[in-house]
T-cell receptor, first 115, second 113 residues
Framework: AQSVTQLDSQVPVFEEAPVELRCNYS??????LFWYVQYPNQGLQLLLK??????LVKGINGFEAEFNKSQTSFHLRKPSVHISDTAEYFC?????????????FGQGTTLQVKP | EAQVTQNPRYLITVTGKKLTVTCSQN?????MSWYRQDPGLGLRQIYY???????DKGDVPEGYKVSRKEKRNFPLILESPSPNQTSLYFC????????????FGDGTRLSIL
């Protein structure tokens, strides 16, 4: 069975500082990996995804993530955060198949950007 | 405008009174899914549908039913709601599955007393 662990429930950071949100997964098969963002009182929005190919994935709003198969990790990074990045971030994993429908989310990490 | 529409947005009801949360998308997506969001647990998948008349269980299907008679609609049915189903529910859709970006609705907050 697949599972996802987000290692930090809250990450406070000052504006313009770099940030890393950590995600580890477990799976016995190849996987697709995702990061979603949820702004207050809204649904989720896809930030980026890893399906195959380059292990460094770039997403929207300046975020990027690196797929590390040996460490089963998919950490999200941004070199300089803005106040507007304050939100909840979710890592998710699915079986690495083009027609898969099942998706497992982590518990979420709240990013709090302070001025 | 491309969107996933959920109704109602908020509902307070009582134990055992059947309810349906509707979900409709206007993007001709084949894949639709329901999630519940609870503090500290993230999102958990309830049911998903790869296409019309094709549905499958997610991680937490107990106490829920779904149907997919038309491509655009994917209602979530609680036949006999209980307080542990009090949660924030999201419907999502994508073209062919989770490998494609999912479009999420704005959520439905259910309170079961």
């Amino acid at each position: 069975a697949q599972s996802v662990t987000q290692l930090d429930s809250q990450v406070p950071v000052f504006e313009e500082a770099p940030v890393e949100l950590r995600c580890n997964y477990s799976s016995s098969v190849s996987v697709y990996l995702f990061w979603y963002v949820q702004y207050p009182n809204q649904g989720l929005q896809l930030l980026l995804k890893y399906l195959s190919g380059s292990t460094l994935v770039k997403g929207i709003n300046g975020f990027e993530a690196e797929f590390n198969k040996s460490q089963t990790s998919f950490h999200l990074r941004k070199p300089s955060v803005h106040i507007s990045d304050t939100a909840e971030y979710f890592c998710a994993v699915s079986k690495g198949s083009s027609n898969t429908g099942k998706l497992i989310f982590g518990q979420g990490t709240t990013l709090q950007v302070k001025p | 405008e491309a969107q996933v529409t959920q109704n109602p947005r908020y509902l307070i009801t009582v134990t055992g009174k059947k309810l349906t949360v509707t979900c409709s998308q206007n993007m001709n997506h084949e894949y639709m899914s329901w999630y519940r969001q609870d503090p500290g647990l993230g999102l958990r998948q309830i049911y998903y549908s790869m296409n019309v008349e094709v549905t499958d269980k997610g991680d937490v299907p107990e106490g829920y039913k779904v149907s997919r008679k038309e491509k655009r609609n994917f209602p979530l049915i609680l036949e006999s709601p209980s307080p542990n189903q009090t949660s924030l529910y999201f419907c999502a859709s994508s073209f062919t599955g989770v490998g494609q970006p999912q479009h999420f609705g704005d959520g439905t907050r259910l309170s079961i007393l």
